[in-house]
Structure formats: C-alpha cells, structure tokens
C-alpha cells in the first residue's frame, strides 16, 4: 500500500483525536509507525494501524474508514489538479476507473487500486460495482462524500454488501 496512505493517515488521526491518539495508535500497534510518502507497505500494517486506533479511541472500524476516507479526498483533489473539469459527485464518481485512476498510476505505477464499474445511473442515483482485493468499501463510501463536501452536493451512499461484486449506491437527497 501507498506510503501516503499511511502518512495521511496519520495526519488524519493527529487533527482528529490529537497527538496523544497517535502515539497510542502506533505504542498499541507494535509498529515503528515511521513512513514515507513514496515508501511502499503492507496492507495488513493499516489494518493494525486502524484496529489499534479503534480500540484505543473506542471507535467503530467503519466510522474511521468512512471519516479516513472524506479526509481523504481533500488530500487526493489536491494532487490532481484537473479535478475542476468534473461538475458533480456522479460526474466524478463515474470516471474513477477511466479518467481518475489512470492518473493515479502515473504518479504511484504499482499502486493496487480498485475497480468500479457503473451498473446504472438516473438523474438521482447511480450505482456502481466494487472491486477489490480489499475490503475497503467504507473507505470508498467516504472518499466519495469526500466529493459531495467538494462539490457542495447533499447525497446518501448505501453499501450493499451481501452481492457479489459489493455495490455502491449513491443517492442525490
């Protein structure tokens, strides 16, 4: 996984529940907690990191991903500066796979993204598939509230995650 994962992470943590949260955090992981932007590391070092901050902070697993995630997606517009050609969160949401993560490619080449695939879309929903080696579709339904808070756009995201690819519903409220 991306350094800059972990590295937002962490800053993530910090301005949510204070220093002490993350000294906690990385003391209760048993990790060094020491990464970098462009280091590379396991997957399963964030899932340590986000169980140690749960249970140290008394948080549900799903809350940090989806709070993790709307952070996150402030960092990430950041980095992509033609994030202003898209007009809206279905706009954006439905060019993930073809415009967004090829860009994120050129910037992190092996990075192991997920797919998502627009099963329907109506001027007030769109659903899309979710496709992942991970189970980071809380993280996914944050990033893209994320996208509504950038957009200015009032929307629900429902998981559906008994189907088989796991959907993602977003609906204009």
């Known amino acids: 996984m ?11 943590v910090e301005n949510r529940y204070g220093f002490d949260a993350v000294d906690g955090m990385i003391e209760d992981s048993g990790l ?18 986000v169980v140690a901050l749960c249970e140290k902070q008394k948080v549900e697993l799903v809350e940090v991903l989806e709070k993790y995630g709307e952070y996150l997606f402030g960092k990430l517009a950041s ?6 050609k898209f007009s809206s969160v279905f706009d954006i949401v439905s060019h993930v796979d073809n415009i967004i993560h090829p860009e994120v490619r050129k910037l992190y080449p ?41 957009y200015n756009e009032n929307i629900v995201v429902n998981i559906q995650e008994d189907s088989n690819p796991i959907l993602l519903e977003i609906i204009k409220s």
């Open 110 to 150: 092996d990075a192991d993204l997920p797919s998502f695939r627009v099963v329907t879309q109506t001027e007030n929903k769109l659903i899309m598939e979710y496709m992942s080696n991970k189970s980071l579709q809380h993280l996914a339904k944050g990033l893209i509230l994320g996208v509504a808070q950038y």
């Open 2 to 12: 991306k350094g800059m994962v972990f590295t937002e992470f962490v800053e993530f």
């Open 32 to 49: 060094s907690g020491v990464y970098t932007q462009a280091g590379n590391y396991p997957f399963e070092e964030m899932v340590t990191l």
């Open 79 to 84: 980095l992509y500066p033609n994030i202003n």
